[in-house]
């Protein structure tokens, strides 16, 4: 997009200027400055607008950036108390999550009622946060049969 004020200029009401309008031209000056689309702006916007309905600061979201760029941060599947569902091969069977486990091996573990503590990670084709998804893989290993 061009600009359509100078760079690193600053603008000043004179006799062939409506007032105010020097005003304009530098707070215009000063957006496009920023080198920001007015499309990255509304994206910014709707972040921002996120992040403080949630009460979370500028410096939590760096924290959390940082943590995962280091490998440090595990984000759950789903919350103590949802319920899961797993397939025993004959039928699906529900639980609530009790809590979450790192195992000795730094594997995050789920800890259900009737199961105990399982992997979350990698337990492909057991735990499942939808019955739906449970119900489509006990299909499958019926149809792989």
Known sequence: MDRLTEP??????CE??????????NRLAAYEDTGLTPEICAEY??????AVSKSVTFAR???LMNADAEGRLIVLPCKVGDTVYWN???EIKQAPVI????DSMMQLRLNLPTLGICP?????????????EAEAALGRADNAD
């Open 120 to 132: 979350v990670y990698p337990y492909p084709g057991h735990i499942f946060l939808t019955r739906e």
């Open 61 to 63: 979201i760096v924290e």
């Open 16 to 25: 062939f200027m409506e007032s105010c309008m020097a005003q304009y031209m």
């Open 99 to 102: 809590d979450y486990v790192i």
């Open 45 to 50: 916007k709707k972040f921002e607008d996120e």
């Open 8 to 13: 690193n200029h600053t603008y000043n009401d």
């Open 88 to 90: 025993t091969g004959i």
